[in-house]
């Protein structure tokens, strides 16, 4: 995913030096993506790289959120198809469509998920003074993904709250995954 810009850093260059900055607890920054037409954001924390989109194994009888599982440097990585899982249809693969590998925590373990979208845009700094609740209605997303709202030149960005879109019941769902993605890769 490079950048056809000469001297403008790669996305995934700009979200290194943005978990840096985050890390030392310096500003509220966010990885914004296009996902169906709207714009969202996670904290730069809970993202680890952004990859190309492709090389998936699909996993028979999972549910239809669940894309199916990569190969990331020798670890079993499942993706999950964020409008899938938000109830939309899934979605159409395109030349920007990219997977977000995100860290996510159950306890005192972390698995990496891989999250299907269909474009990302940039890495935003939003003060806290320009994130507001997330609404109780109105949202085309469970109210509870939502994080908050964040105020980016007059418009709104989603704030999603990366660990309860991805909760324990999908990571039950998402080990069987791993696991079968495993066998399936021993057996190929």
Known sequence: MGNLVAGQPTAQQALTAARHLAAAGEAHQYLTFLLSGEMYAVGILNVKEIIEYGNLTEIPMMPAFIRGVIN???????????????????????????????????GDDKQDLGIMVDAVSEVLEIPGSEIEPPP?????????????????????????????????????????????????????
């Open 72 to 106: 990331l440097r020798g670890s079993v990585v499942p993706v999950v198809d964020l409008a899938a899982r938000f109830g939309h249809t899934q979605s159409e693969v395109g030349k920007r469509t990219c997977i977000v590998i995100v860290e996510v925590r159950q």
């Open 136 to 188: 109780s209605f109105g949202a085309k997303i469970r109210a509870e993904f939502i994080a908050g709202m964040g105020k980016v030149a007059g418009k709104f960005v989603i704030l999603l709250d990366i660990q309860k879109v991805l909760s324990v019941d999908e990571m039950a769902t998402l080990a069987t995954v791993a696991e079968r993605g495993a066998e399936a890769e021993v057996t190929a």
